[in-house]
């Protein structure tokens, strides 16, 4: 089982849909979550951190569920610009040490 | 844009030869952390470096290596290419350690990265 699971998609959604995201976590260790959103071939950009309480960035809103281990994002009133890679990351310190574990992606496609 | 920049962009090599990639981290960020993006997949972390030092490795062998410089740029090298290393190489840099997790000091800024194909 991987680490950060999350359904490839592709997510195909008209403009001014809303669309949500989720992912989820083996390591209950897991200590810090992340979206990141990459466009086709470029590089992964953060777009929020998740935290307990949930958070909202203007369309978009996440949402962190620590007894079940995953991880949600809600975009709202999808724009064409939204169309790309949604990267959910989890991050745990060990001995120390900070790993970042990067689902697969979920790709989102919106059409006008 | 980021501020982290990588080099080269492209780059294609033969099964068995030696490569090294390079990266500069952005202004004021000691730490460096290097991926392997394979297509269709997520960024898989290789290591990081703090200060110089190994910080932290994933599951990679030992052919892969790296090394901090004292202005925090870094290299990767990946010793006896394999055809499965063709992939999208990305750096990423961050302030380091912070007072709280996921607070902006562990946020990491990617680099564009450098494609490596691997024939």
């Known amino acids: 089982r991987k680490e950060v699971e999350q359904d490839p998609g592709p997510f195909n959604v008209p403009e001014g849909a809303t669309v949500a995201f989720n992912c989820t976590y083996s390591?209950?260790?897991?200590?810090?979550f992340f979206w990141y959103r990459q466009d086709c071939r470029k590089e992964p950009k953060l777009l929020m951190s998740?935290?307990?309480s949930g958070n909202e960035d203007g369309r978009f809103t996440a949402q962190l569920n620590r007894a079940s281990q995953y991880i949600s994002l809600l975009i709202r009133d999808s724009k064409l610009s939204d169309s790309a890679t949604y990267l959910c990351?989890?991050?745990?310190?060990?001995?120390?040490?900070?790993?970042?574990?990067f689902g697969s992606g979920t790709r989102l496609q919106v059409q006008p | 844009e980021t501020g982290v920049t990588q080099s080269p962009t492209h780059l294609i090599k033969t099964r068995g030869q030696q490569v090294t990639l390079r990266c500069s981290s952005q202004?004021?960020?000691?730490?460096v952390s290097w991926y392997q993006q394979a297509l269709g997949q997520g960024p898989q972390f290789i290591f990081q470096?703090?200060?110089?030092?190994e910080n932290g490795r994933g599951n990679f062998p030992p052919r892969f290596s790296g090394l901090q410089f004292p202005n925090y740029s870094s290299e990767l090298n990946v010793n006896a290419l394999e055809l499965d290393d063709s992939a999208l190489y990305l750096c990423?840099?961050?302030?380091?350690w912070g007072r709280g997790l996921g607070g902006p000091q562990e946020t990491q800024y990617f680099g564009p990265g450098t494609r490596l194909l691997v024939l």
């Open positions: 990423a840099s961050s302030l380091g």
């Open positions: 990351v989890v991050m745990r310190v060990h001995g120390g040490r900070r790993a970042l574990t």
């Open positions: 202004s004021g960020h000691n730490t």
């Open positions: 470096y703090y200060r110089e030092e």
């Open positions: 998740v935290y307990s």
């Open positions: 390591n209950s260790a897991s200590q810090s």
